[in-house]
């Protein structure tokens, strides 16, 4: 008998069969199933920088000569490096391998079997993910049109179940914003509110500002889009004092790491250079968007991110996707009832969106 067999009796029911988080496409499984070398594939499905990250994060990197000490558990020195970008106080900020991670915490620290947890979807997947993970209950609202937040549908979700709503602005994949007031009117309800800011870079819409008002509020931000650290892991949020000591209380020791530390001083120290990519980024947006406009089967959608959604109004967003795949373009597609017929693009150099809108005319129906 295998010392194996009969392993499927300990693994939780309810993780025997999760739903996981489909991450996008890496080239590298792209190998040997299209005909371009993988250097030249054009990765617009992660909405990472196309940029890269700044050339300081690559030169403290290779001068560091302790990656054998462990990074401070406590974050300080991180922490108000943080602090300082963000304009809060130090024992605002958590910081952690990327928001992803974050998000994770958060619903650990709220969530318990049965909890119910507001989103608004199409929105970022990994709200249900950690939820689930929990044993907790996603509730979604609907989005409206042009993927509005239903505010009122939002506060009549709301139970003495509910523990947390989460709200991404921009919204990831569909790149708009929640407009403040509705943020607001969100938040007076009392309930735990993370405010997803992923593409503040790229949006410069901020709730921070609101942080002493609303004891409720939670805000994410990463360095994974406008800093190009995504490889890195690099993500924090500010909280109120007390949420953020129950967080670092909860987290895993050591989750941020002495590269990640590295590159969070020498990005900062940078900021110029970098915030001239995320305005070039934002440049290239308005121009993609125009020519994404002018193709007959796209419907694009305004965004405030580093990426454009659009959805594909004749033919298959499924097959669109794998066409461009086949000539070395990846964009994101969803295998989600709400986002079938629909592509996301992120926003890459001006060169590449001269080889997709190339493609995407050539492919006309
Ligand atoms: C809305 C939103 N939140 C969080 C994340 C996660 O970012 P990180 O790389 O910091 O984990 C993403 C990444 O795509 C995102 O789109």
Same mark, same amino acid.
């Given at each position: 008998?295998?010392?194996?067999e009969?392993i ?37 499905n992660a909405?990472?920088n ?8 690559r ?5 560091c000569r302790h ?15 943080l602090?300082?970008y ?9 910081a ?19 909890d119910?947890?507001?989103t ?18 996603v ?29 991404a ?23 735990p ?9 790229f949006?410069?819409?901020?709730m ?12 994410? &931000?990463? !360095?994974? @889009?406008?800093?190009?650290?995504? /490889?890195? =892991?690099?993500?924090? %949020? ?5 949420? +953020? ?16 530390e590295i590159?969070v ?31 007959p ?12 959604y659009?959805?594909?109004?004749q033919?298959?967003a ?13 964009? &994101?597609? !969803?295998? @989600?009832?709400?986002l079938?017929? /629909?592509i =996301?693009?992120?926003? %890459?150099k001006p060169?590449?969106?001269k +080889?997709l809108?190339?493609?995407?005319k050539?492919?006309?129906?």
């Amino acid at each position: 008998m295998e010392v194996s067999e009969g392993i499927e009796k300990f693994i939780r029911p309810d993780l025997a069969t999760f739903t996981g988080y489909s991450a996008s496409t890496s080239p590298e499984t792209l190998a040997g199933k299209v005909d371009i070398p993988l250097k030249k594939i054009i990765k617009l499905n992660a909405n990472e920088n196309p940029y890269g990250c700044s050339p300081k994060v690559r030169r403290a990197l290779a001068s560091c000569r302790h990656f054998n000490i462990y990074p401070d558990d406590g974050q300080q020195e991180l922490r108000k490096r943080l602090a300082t970008y963000a304009g809060v106080a130090p024992e605002h900020i958590v910081a952690a391998n990327g928001s992803n991670t974050l998000i994770d915490m958060i619903v650990r620290l709220f969530v318990q079997p049965g909890d119910e947890v507001i989103t608004c979807i199409p929105t970022f997947d990994i709200y249900r993910f950690s939820t689930e993970l929990c044993g907790g209950k996603v509730v979604n609202v609907l989005r409206g049109d042009d993927f509005a937040v239903d505010v009122r549908a939002v506060k009549s979700a709301i139970t003495n179940r509910t523990k947390l709503i989460f709200l991404a602005t921009p919204n990831n994949p569909t790149g708009n914003i929640i407009p403040r007031q509705d943020i607001i009117e969100i938040l007076e309800t009392g309930i735990p509110t993370v405010i997803d800011e992923a593409y503040y870079e790229f949006s410069q819409e901020t709730m921070v500002p609101y942080k002493s008002h609303y004891r409720n509020l939670m805000v994410l &931000r990463t !360095f994974s @889009k406008w800093a190009g650290l995504a /490889g890195l =892991r690099v993500g924090y %949020g500010i909280f109120p004092p007390r949420i +953020a000591s129950c967080l670092m209380a909860i987290k895993i020791p050591h989750n941020v790491s002495v590269a990640a530390e590295i590159a969070v001083r020498a990005s900062l120290a940078d900021l110029y250079y970098l915030l001239s990519q995320v305005k070039a980024v934002i440049e290239e947006r308005q121009r993609l968007y125009n020519e994404l406009l002018k193709i007959p089967y796209l419907k694009p959608y305004p965004s405030r991110a580093n990426f454009i959604y659009a959805t594909v109004t004749q033919g298959s967003a499924f097959d669109l996707h794998q066409k461009l795949q086949q000539k070395g373009i990846l964009v &994101r597609y !969803f295998d @989600k009832p709400l986002l079938r017929n /629909g592509i =996301r693009i992120s926003v %890459g150099k001006p060169e590449h969106t001269k +080889a997709l809108i190339k493609v995407l005319k050539q492919l006309s129906p």
